[in-house]
């Protein structure tokens, strides 16, 4: 079934050192998105990428950057974690602009981040 | 600034009962709006709204939108346990881009 899958579900770190996230779609979606959602919270836009654009929100911290390689997957590096950062991150896909039905989001099941 | 707001922000139901979840926002260039539920995981889609006054309907759950409003509503008949979750509100707002912006939610608890 075509989906969208994050790896790993459950991550645990320590304060300062790098994390990636990873997720990847079978959706062969143009559009994919990294909130991130703390608890009891609305999820929260990190960027998204149309393609190979990059589009930071602008208040988006520095810390958190991404990659996407190519239209399959898309990576999310927490470089200095700190304890606000724990979170659950989630990773969305959506068709191109245009097209029935393509604002429609499909989410991952999410990671679950933890600071030590 | 762009903005979606929900409520009531909780609800505690007896299954049987119908409720309805508001959502209402301020957009500057609105495109559409969806609804999520979303239980202990990543949300799922239950309906996209472009039109006013035009109903969506899903089983037991309908959804409709007001564009002169500018609100939307979900309804949820005969509400059982398993809608117990949180049911998210969301728009692309964004003159060019795909931008989403997400109420913070209405948990509704539905008792046994």
């Not at chain 2, 957009?27 to 995981?41: G, I």
Request: positive net charge.
């Amino acid at each position: 079934d075509a989906m969208v899958i994050q790896n790993p579900r459950y991550q645990v770190t320590q304060f300062g050192k790098p994390v990636t996230l990873s997720c990847s779609q079978t959706l062969n979606h143009n559009v994919m998105y990294w909130y991130q959602q703390k608890s009891s919270q609305a999820p929260k836009l990190l960027f998204h990428y149309y393609d190979k654009d990059f589009n930071n929100e602008a208040d988006t911290p520095d810390n958190f950057q991404s990659r996407r390689p190519n239209t399959s997957f898309c990576f999310l590096d927490i470089r200095s974690p700190g304890l606000g950062d724990a979170a659950m991150y989630l990773c969305a896909t959506s068709r191109a602009p245009g097209g029935a039905g393509a604002e429609t989001q499909y989410f991952g099941p999410g990671t679950r981040l933890l600071v030590l | 600034e762009d903005k979606v707001v929900q409520s009531p922000l909780s609800l505690v139901v007896h299954e049987g009962d119908t409720v309805t979840l508001n959502c209402s926002y301020e957009v500057t260039n609105f495109r559409s709006l969806l609804w999520y539920k979303q239980e202990k995981k990543a949300p799922t889609f239950l309906f996209m709204l472009t039109s006013s006054g035009i109903e969506k309907k899903s089983g037991r759950l309908s959804s409709i939108l007001d564009k002169k409003e500018l609100f939307s509503i979900l309804n949820i008949t005969a509400t059982q346990t398993g809608d117990s979750a949180v049911y998210l509100c969301a728009g692309p707002f964004s003159s060019g881009t795909y931008k989403y912006i997400f109420g913070t939610g209405t948990r509704l608890k539905v008792l046994a």
